[in-house]
């Protein structure tokens, strides 16, 4: 695990963890994204910091969504195509889970 400044440390000294591969490849490189002027902050503008520290916030929950939850949706998409297969296409009808399908 490493310590990532999530606003960059021009514009906060709050550090969230990460792991070290994700640190450059993810967070680092989407902060390359931001205005010069917000990354850097060579004036130490308040306002450029607290762009910075919700730009970082927004950044790192991307990041744990991607990371946490993309493995769920992938795994819904299969079980849906397995139940189709073996139940057909509508296999939720006369199940619990029949509540929780689009209303049209």
């Not at 021009?10 to 963890?17: E, H, L």
């Not at 306002?47 to 939850?69: E, M, S, T």
């Not at 493995?71 to 889970?97: D, F, N, Q, R």
Request: charged share 25%; aromatic share 10%; with cysteine.
């Amino acid at each position: 695990m490493d310590k990532e400044h999530f606003a960059r440390k021009a514009n906060s000294p709050v550090k969230v963890p990460i792991p070290v591969n994700d640190h450059r490849a993810e967070l680092t490189e989407a902060q390359q994204d931001w205005p010069e002027l917000t990354r850097e902050n060579p004036d130490g503008d308040p306002l450029l910091a607290a762009a910075a520290c919700v730009q970082g916030f927004i950044d790192y929950v991307v990041y744990l969504i991607r990371k946490g939850l993309q493995w769920v949706v992938k795994m819904l998409e299969a079980l849906s195509a397995y139940l189709k297969e073996k139940l057909g296409a509508k296999w939720w009808i006369g199940t619990p889970l029949e509540q929780f399908a689009p209303k049209k």
